[in-house]
């Protein structure tokens, strides 16, 4: 399996940028397809951005051409950009990996707080 651990989250300004981390141990990368969620209090976990080994990137509606997810090799991180932030994404921001072949993400780390002010 691949742990997952989060980092970056915060109290930010709206209109403001934070740049959250995935810090990842384990089976390598090839093995997973790499994911971002959120979940709001009282909303369903939301998915917002993917990446597989070879870079193919999707992204939901409501954060494309704000949220950006990359990766460094070297230092096994994923990364989610978040630029124009506003208080609607107010959530625990989530990291997970999916297996390629398998159908949902098992693998999950522990969250982070992510706060927009107005």
């Known amino acids: 399996q691949v742990q997952l651990v989060e980092s970056g989250g915060g109290l930010v300004q709206a209109g403001g940028s934070l740049r959250l981390s995935c810090a990842a141990s384990?089976?390598?990368?090839?093995?997973?397809?790499m994911g971002w969620f959120r979940q709001a209090p009282g909303k369903e976990r939301e998915f917002l951005a993917s990446?597989?080994?070879?870079?193919?990137?999707d992204y939901t509606d409501p954060v494309k051409g704000r949220f950006t997810i990359s990766r460094d090799n070297g230092a096994n991180t994923v990364y989610l950009q978040m630029n124009s932030l506003n208080v609607e994404d107010t959530a625990v921001y989530y990291c997970?990996?999916?297996?390629?072949?398998?159908?949902?993400?098992?693998?999950w780390g522990q969250g982070t707080q992510v706060t927009v002010s107005s």
């Open positions: 384990g089976r390598t990368f090839s093995r997973y397809v």
């Open positions: 997970a990996a999916r297996e390629y072949g398998m159908a949902t993400y098992d693998y």
């Open positions: 990446l597989s080994w070879g870079r193919s990137t």
